[in-house]
């Protein structure tokens, strides 16, 4: 039986040592960490999750700037607030919630944010850094899957690791993370033949897909890490993730639970890019 991964004990600690820091920078620079939130409409999901950023950013004892907008916001108005987030001494970190409403392009909006202040890692410039190994910000999902594997003494280096799912913000920038700590990565998605058999190469498997229990125990290998980056929502309400917990949790070695697994993760990183902008400050 597989030793389940505690996201949201390893997310509290990643939390408290971010808190103990920024009261540091405090006390030592004078600094407050600022995160700038944005959502545009009434996304239901969206509104969570921005609520839960706002309210951890607060508990760290950041200053929190939030900016709700209506859904008939412009592209314009939307980048003229972010510029002015950009030239704005208090702020470190500027998060625009996506996704936005279809008259606004994202790709135009996260050009607009200084990279620096970019805490969600979207910017090509950051992306470019990732994938040249310079530094910058890194997404937040995929940086919390890399937390959760080294405090659970989980080496990569050397490791087969395979990704199910290639997406900007989790796939993508995941398997670039994975090969710089010198793994050897294979990325699959909806095309990929036979992706049992690729997926039971696997010495860590990652499944971010979006799609509910689709990787069954059987395309587990004996003794494999497993870290579930899925949240699915099932018709009588519960919320489950890409893998079939039960089955995989027999061959793992480890296994992330959904919830409570890589979900707390991407706040705690959001926090500790934020922490760090302010530190460079
Ligand atoms: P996405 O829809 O953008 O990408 C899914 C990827 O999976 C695609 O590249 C697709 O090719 C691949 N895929 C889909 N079905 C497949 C199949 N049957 N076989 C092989 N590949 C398949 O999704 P995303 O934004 O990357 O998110 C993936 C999942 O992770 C979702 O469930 C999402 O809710 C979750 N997520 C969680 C967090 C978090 O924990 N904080 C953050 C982001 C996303």
């Given at each position: 039986m597989a030793a389940v991964i505690d996201g949201n004990r390893i997310a509290q600690d990643v939390r408290a040592e971010v808190k103990a820091q920024a009261i540091d920078l405090k006390e030592k620079k004078g600094i407050t960490p600022g995160l700038a939130v944005i959502l545009v409409g009434e996304d239901a999901a969206s509104k969570i999750y921005v609520g839960r950023k706002e309210k951890a950013a607060a508990e760290a004892g950041f200053l929190s700037r939030e900016y709700r907008l209506?859904?008939?916001?412009t592209e314009d108005r939307l980048r003229e607030i972010v510029a002015g987030l950009n030239a704005?001494?208090?702020?470190h970190g500027i998060l625009v919630q996506?996704?936005?409403?279809?008259?606004?392009n994202p790709d135009v909006v996260i050009e607009t944010i200084d990279p620096r202040k970019d805490v969600d890692g979207f910017h090509p410039v950051n992306v470019g850094g990732l994938f040249t190994g310079r530094p910058g910000h890194r997404a937040c999902t995929p940086l919390g899957v890399i937390e959760l594997l080294d405090r659970s003494g989980?080496?990569?280096?050397g490791k087969e690791a395979v990704i199910v799912g290639r997406s900007n913000i989790v796939g993508k920038p995941l398997a670039l993370m994975l090969l710089n700590r010198h793994a050897t990565v294979t990325i699959c998605h909806?095309?990929?033949?036979d992706l049992g058999a690729v997926a039971r190469r696997a010495d860590i498997l990652v499944a971010?897909?979006?799609?509910?229990?689709?990787?069954?125990?059987?395309m587990v290998k004996e003794g494999a890490v497993v870290i579930d980056v899925g949240i699915n929502r099932k018709p009588d309400g519960k919320l489950v993730g890409d893998v079939a917990f039960a089955e995989a949790a027999e061959k793992a070695s480890y296994i992330t639970p959904?919830?409570?697994?890589?979900?707390?993760?991407t706040i705690a990183m959001l926090l500790r890019n934020t922490l760090n902008s302010a530190k460079a400050d």
């Amino acid at each position: 039986m597989a030793a389940v991964i505690d996201g949201n004990r390893i997310a509290q600690d990643v939390r408290a040592e971010v808190k103990a820091q920024a009261i540091d920078l405090k006390e030592k620079k004078g600094i407050t960490p600022g995160l700038a939130v944005i959502l545009v409409g009434e996304d239901a999901a969206s509104k969570i999750y921005v609520g839960r950023k706002e309210k951890a950013a607060a508990e760290a004892g950041f200053l929190s700037r939030e900016y709700r907008l209506p859904a008939e916001t412009t592209e314009d108005r939307l980048r003229e607030i972010v510029a002015g987030l950009n030239a704005s001494p208090e702020i470190h970190g500027i998060l625009v919630q996506l996704p936005l409403p279809k008259q606004i392009n994202p790709d135009v909006v996260i050009e607009t944010i200084d990279p620096r202040k970019d805490v969600d890692g979207f910017h090509p410039v950051n992306v470019g850094g990732l994938f040249t190994g310079r530094p910058g910000h890194r997404a937040c999902t995929p940086l919390g899957v890399i937390e959760l594997l080294d405090r659970s003494g989980i080496a990569i280096e050397g490791k087969e690791a395979v990704i199910v799912g290639r997406s900007n913000i989790v796939g993508k920038p995941l398997a670039l993370m994975l090969l710089n700590r010198h793994a050897t990565v294979t990325i699959c998605h909806t095309r990929t033949k036979d992706l049992g058999a690729v997926a039971r190469r696997a010495d860590i498997l990652v499944a971010a897909a979006g799609k509910a229990e689709m990787v069954r125990g059987d395309m587990v290998k004996e003794g494999a890490v497993v870290i579930d980056v899925g949240i699915n929502r099932k018709p009588d309400g519960k919320l489950v993730g890409d893998v079939a917990f039960a089955e995989a949790a027999e061959k793992a070695s480890y296994i992330t639970p959904v919830p409570g697994g890589v979900g707390p993760m991407t706040i705690a990183m959001l926090l500790r890019n934020t922490l760090n902008s302010a530190k460079a400050d």
